[in-house]
Each structure stands twice: as structure tokens, then as C-alpha cells.
């Protein structure tokens, strides 16, 4: 009887053990599948032109996606510009001034809640707050622009690297900081020739995954860079993007244009999968040289 | 124990405290103190100013449409975009004439969240129930077998580098694969052999009023639907929730595991016991799952089809609150319309960001301690 209830007890754990052995294949399976079939099929549809022409408005001979892919590059310079200082300081403030609690602590929390946002919300809010606005001033009838889409951008950058500098600053033990003040250095030069420096590598880490994270949205610039098939420098016009012109020409109607979203799928998980090797990298470097000092 | 500098400095026996040097010295140093100060205190301050711009900007632009329809927004199914003129009735259905001329009735556009909130809900709850299961067994497998068979850290980054895929990659992928994959084979498959099953007809048939008469036709099998969004959400979530739940599993404490094995249970049993140990952590897990999923905008707008109705059946398209954004924002005349659509954005922004915090709340809570 009790061999019996013990035997059922073993076949149910192998059977699950096989499930959960399944489960993980399953997983593997279906995300490699995806993004096989995502690189397969750009792979076919990449050449060179794709990254040095422009589009020509023939649909039959679609051109390249230079002006798209100069746009992300310029789209994420502005964004990082305006994202990381701002994102490195509150960042600091977090850790740094974390004794001021009834400020701090609410602060942690927002930054958090706001990393929550749906893109698509800010991508409402970039409109209403940057492009309506300069449209009223300038009298133009809508006023999409560069510079809409990098506020766009920046806003979901902010929270990302002020939670993740925060944490990367809390690493940094606390004798660095007593002993820089112990030395006579003021807070600043603490903060600023200590702390952060012992953080750099970490920190660095944070923003470029901060920043690869808003290379491949699309939804928050929707409504403020719009898009263009012009090459472009000047941000205060609609601004090409990669994703953009990625999401134009795939749900378009002509296969030439798909071809090439194909192409800039690849393109982008390609720099996707770069900056997360070099992150991973960076990481396990910053830490086998912070094993090694401590 | 962050002391305070100036206060230090402030404090410090200065040999020459009326001298020069070392008064402009301590002079620089609460400058440089404040100058820092007031940098940081600024950025931090202006991280809680986006929350504000965010829920502050949303209410007044979408204020049109909450006074027009209030509460009753989030219930009401009617999308109306444009002015409709149609024949006018009387009680008995009979269409009113005057002076040999059919009189007409304007109807004012009018709008309702509800399909798109029963969009987003059962897209979002179907993905769940498809990439919850799968992610708990692969998180267990991840904790409790891959570290032994020296596999975990590839299967870690391949599921981190995963959750990196921007959704517009999911998107493509799920238009020009696998929704011509489910036009072709799934659907047309599962309609064979549940068509003749009683009880499951809403599954494939509609009804329609037709010049004043109910018609039921099949709901043409488009691959652009429910299914085919649900499923492209489960797949996008699936590295989220479980890393996540792998996080959660890996801080239960060794002594727990160890403990149920010495007590006898099989290798099953002590993975029942780590999941009912680390439970609010993983319901936390799933929140964030659904707070991805309910919040997705490219992928689920290039598959779910964007018919703004409420239709039960899996086949049939449907819209998000995402996707109706995405699609109608760009083209909204100001007014009513957009209002309207803001409305939605708002009750998007305070859904996902409810779900949110109950996750951090929850993950953090559990998970953190050992998780660093």
C-alpha cells in the first residue's frame, strides 16, 4: 500500500520534472524559431544599398533606408542628451541624498512606477506637450518634429537610468565615501571624484541599455517625429526613423517595401544583439576588476 | 552613513579660520555642495514633474470627453466617429414620411471604451493563461536543473536577449508568419473539427442585421485576429515573466528545498513547496507579464485585425486600447474624437500603472534581498 502510494508520488515527479523540462524547450524553441525566421528572412532581403541609398518613391525599386537609420542615430544622440544628465543625477539624488527619505523615497517610487508606462501613452504625451504646443506657436497647422521624438525618447530613458544609476551607486561601498570626507573632501568632490568614478563602468552599462531599450520603440514616435523619406538633418522637421519606416513599409501594401522591413528587422536586432553582447561583456570585466581590488 | 560635508568641513579646527586660503576654500566647497545639490534635487524633481505632465495633460485634453460621458464611457460599445444620417422611425418601425419626403435623423457621434477594454483584457488574459504555465516550468527548470547540466547562464542570456526584442520584430514576424500560417492551417484545421460541435457555433458565426433581417455568416478566417494577437502577446511575454519568476524561485532559501527533501517529498513535491514559498513574488511575476502585455502597442496593432466590436470568437478581429491609439490618434480631428481617444489613453495609463506597482510591490518585497 505505502510502496504503492510511494511509487505514484515518483511517476507523478518524473512526469512533472518532464514538463517542466518541456516547458523550457518549448520556450527555447518557439523564441529561436522567431528570431531565426526573423534573421533568415533579412538576411535575404540585405544588401549594400540598403544602408547608403535613400528611398526613391518608385515602390518597384524602393531604394535604402540610409535616412532612416542617420535618424535613429540622431534620435538617440538627442534623446541620450537630454535623457542621461538628467537620468545620472536623479540617479544620485536616489542614492546619494537617500537620508532626505520624505522626498527620496517618493522619488524611487515614481521613477519606478513611470519605467511602467505604455509607450504608446508617452508618445500621446510628447504630442500634446511638445507638438501642439510648438504648433500653436509657430502658427503651422501640425508641427511634428525631431526634437518631439527625442523628448519622447528621453522620457522613457529618465526613469531607467536614475533607477539603474542608483543602484550601481549603492555597489560603491560606503569606506570610499568616508574616507573621501574623512580626507577633507566635500560632498561634491565625493560624489563627483569617488563615487561615480568607481561606478563609471556600471553606470556606462546602465545608459547603453537604456539606450538600446528605446532604439527599437516605435509607438512613442508615432505621433511626434511622424516619420519621414527624406534625409534629413534638421530635427525640427518629421524625422525619419528606423522603426518607423520599419512599421510604414511593412504594413504597406507593396512587397518590394516589405523586403526591405525585413532588412531593417535584421539590421536593428543586429545592433540590438552588439550592445547586449558589449553590455555583458563590460559587466563581467567591471566585475571581475571589482572582485580582484576587494 | 552619509554625513553631511559642509557640516564636516564647517566643523573641522581650521588653524586659520580668518585667514584667505582657506576661508574661499571652505566658501568653494559649499558652493560646489549646493551647486550639486540643487542639480540633483532639480533632476529628481523633475522625474516626479513627468508623472505630473503625464496624468495632468491627459486629464485636461481628455476632460471634453469624461464631462460628455463620464463613468458611463468605460461601458458603453458605440465608436462613432462621423454624424449619421438615417431614415427616421416611429414607435411602430415604420419610416416616418412628410410631405412625400422621408423625414431624417441625425445621429451624434458617440464613443465607448467598452470593446477595447474587452479587447485588451482578453487578449492580455488569454496570453497569460498560454505563457504563465510554460514560464513557471521553464523557471523551474532554469533553477532547479539547468545549473547541474552547466546550462543556465546560455539559457539566461538567450531569454535576456529575448525580452530585448523591440515588439515591432514580434509584429512583423507575427503578420508574415504566423498569421498566413493560421489562415491556412490552424484555423481552417480547428474549424473542421469543432464546427459541428454543439454549443461552439458562436466560435465561427455571426450575426448580422441585414436590411432589417438577423443573418448568421461565418466569420471569415483571416489570421489578423484574437488568436492571433493573444498569441503573439504570450510570445512576447514569455522572457519577462520568466526571468522574473526564475529571480523569485532563486531566492527561496536553500534550507526550504533541502528541508522538504529530507522530509521525503519527491523532486516535484519540493518544487510545489518553492512555488508556494515564493507565490507572491510569482503572482508578481504574472502582473508584470500582464502589465506588458495590456500596455503593448506595434506587435498586437499589426495582428489583431482593429475592428473596434465586441465579438466573442476567437477568429473574429478585435482592438486594444494599444492598438486603437496607435491606429486612430494620427487621423482624430480635434474634439470629441480625440478627447475621446485621450480618455482611453488615460484609463490605459492608470491600468498598467496599477498593475505596476501591485508587481513591484510584490517582486520586490520577495525577490530582492538575495536577488543581489
Given at each position: 500500500m505505502a510502496s504503492a502510494r510511494f511509487e505514484t508520488r515518483r511517476l507523478t515527479s518524473d512526469a512533472m520534472f518532464g514538463v517542466c523540462a518541456a516547458c523550457a524547450a518549448v520556450i527555447v524553441t518557439l523564441l529561436l524559431l522567431v528570431s531565426g525566421y526573423l534573421v533568415f528572412i533579412g538576411a535575404g532581403a540585405i544588401n549594400l544599398s540598403f544602408f547608403t541609398d535613400v528611398p526613391t518613391g518608385d515602390v518597384a525599386q524602393p531604394g535604402g533606408m540610409r535616412h532612416a537609420i542617420e535618424g535613429t542615430l540622431i534620435l538617440l544622440a538627442l534623446a541620450a542628451a537630454i535623457g542621461v544628465p538628467l537620468g545620472v543625477a536623479s540617479g544620485v539624488y536616489l542614492s546619494e541624498y537617500s537620508h532626505e527619505w520624505l522626498f527620496a523615497s517618493p522619488m524611487r517610487f515614481i521613477a519606478d512606477v513611470l519605467t511602467g508606462v505604455p509607450s504608446i501613452v508617452v508618445g500621446i504625451l510628447g504630442y500634446e506637450l511638445v507638438v501642439v504646443p510648438v504648433s500653436r506657436w509657430t502658427s503651422?497647422?501640425?508641427?511634428?518634429s525631431g526634437y518631439a521624438g527625442a523628448a519622447a525618447l528621453a522620457f522613457i530613458m529618465i526613469p531607467i537610468v536614475a533607477r539603474t544609476t542608483e543602484e550601481m551607486l549603492r555597489l560603491v561601498p560606503k569606506t570610499y565615501r568616508e574616507g573621501s570626507l574623512a580626507l577633507g573632501a566635500s560632498k561634491a568632490q565625493t560624489v563627483l571624484r569617488v563615487v561615480l568614478p568607481s561606478a563609471f563602468g556600471s553606470i556606462s552599462t546602465g545608459i547603453m541599455l537604456a539606450i538600446a531599450r528605446v532604439a527599437g520603440e516605435t509607438a512613442p514616435l508615432l505621433f511626434t517625429a511622424l516619420g519621414s523619406r527624406l534625409l534629413t538633418r534638421d530635427p525640427s522637421e518629421p524625422f525619419p526613423s528606423l522603426t518607423l519606416q520599419i512599421y510604414t513599409y511593412a504594413t504597406g501594401p507593396y512587397p518590394e517595401q516589405k523586403n526591405l522591413a525585413w532588412a531593417g528587422i535584421l539590421v536593428l536586432l543586429a545592433i540590438l544583439f552588439v550592445v547586449n553582447l558589449l553590455i555583458r561583456v563590460v559587466a563581467s570585466r567591471h566585475a571581475a576588476t571589482r572582485m580582484g581590488k576587494s | 552613513m552619509t554625513t553631511d560635508a559642509s557640516a564636516i568641513s564647517a566643523a573641522a579646527p581650521s588653524p586659520n579660520a580668518s585667514g584667505g586660503p582657506a576661508r574661499s576654500l571652505r566658501r568653494s566647497f559649499r558652493f560646489g555642495d549646493a551647486m550639486l545639490g540643487l542639480v540633483c534635487r532639480g533632476s529628481a524633481a523633475i522625474i516626479a514633474l513627468m508623472l505630473g505632465a503625464l496624468v495632468l495633460v491627459l486629464l485636461t485634453s481628455a476632460m471634453p470627453a469624461i464631462k460628455q460621458f463620464g463613468l458611463g464611457f468605460l461601458v458603453s460599445s458605440e465608436w462613432r466617429v462621423n454624424e449619421l444620417e438615417r431614415p427616421l422611425k416611429d414607435a411602430a418601425g415604420q419610416v416616418v414620411m412628410e410631405d412625400g419626403e422621408i423625414v431624417m435623423e441625425t445621429i451624434k457621434p458617440a464613443f465607448g471604451a467598452l470593446p477595447v477594454i474587452y479587447g485588451t483584457a482578453m487578449s492580455s488574459l488569454i496570453a497569460l493563461a498560454i505563457a504563465v504555465p510554460l514560464s513557471f516550468g521553464a523557471a523551474l527548470f532554469l533553477v532547479r536543473v539547468a545549473p547541474t547540466l552547466r546550462i543556465a547562464g546560455p539559457l539566461s542570456f538567450l531569454i535576456e536577449f529575448l525580452a530585448a526584442i523591440p515588439s515591432l520584430a514580434y509584429g512583423i514576424w507575427g503578420l508574415f508568419v504566423l498569421a498566413p500560417f493560421l489562415q491556412s492551417h490552424v484555423g481552417p484545421a480547428i474549424k473542421a473539427t469543432l464546427e459541428n460541435v454543439p454549443g461552439l457555433r458562436w466560435m465561427f458565426y455571426e450575426s448580422v442585421t441585414i436590411a432589417g433581417t438577423v443573418v448568421e455568416r461565418p466569420i471569415p478566417i483571416t489570421g489578423r485576429d484574437m488568436l492571433c494577437g493573444s498569441l503573439v502577446l504570450a510570445i512576447m511575454i514569455l522572457p519577462i515573466v520568466t526571468s522574473v519568476s526564475r529571480d523569485v524561485l532563486k531566492a527561496v532559501p536553500r534550507t526550504q528545498i533541502e528541508g522538504t527533501l529530507a522530509l521525503g517529498a519527491t523532486w516535484w513535491q519540493s518544487c510545489v513547496a518553492m512555488l508556494r514559498y515564493g507565490r507572491s513574488g510569482l503572482f508578481g511575476a504574472v502582473m508584470l507579464g500582464l502589465a506588458r502585455a495590456a500596455g503593448e502597442t506595434m506587435a498586437i496593432t499589426m495582428v489583431i485585425g482593429n475592428n473596434n466590436q465586441i465579438n466573442p470568437s476567437p477568429f473574429a478581429p478585435a482592438q486594444t486600447m494599444a492598438s486603437l491609439l496607435a491606429n486612430e490618434f494620427a487621423e482624430a480631428s480635434e474634439g470629441l474624437h480625440q478627447a475621446s481617444l485621450l480618455y482611453v489613453a488615460l484609463v490605459l495609463l492608470v491600468m498598467s500603472l496599477l498593475f505596476n506597482v501591485i508587481a513591484r510591490r510584490l517582486v520586490v518585497g520577495k525577490a530582492s534581498p538575495a536577488g543581489h
Open positions: 503651422n497647422s501640425v508641427s511634428f | -
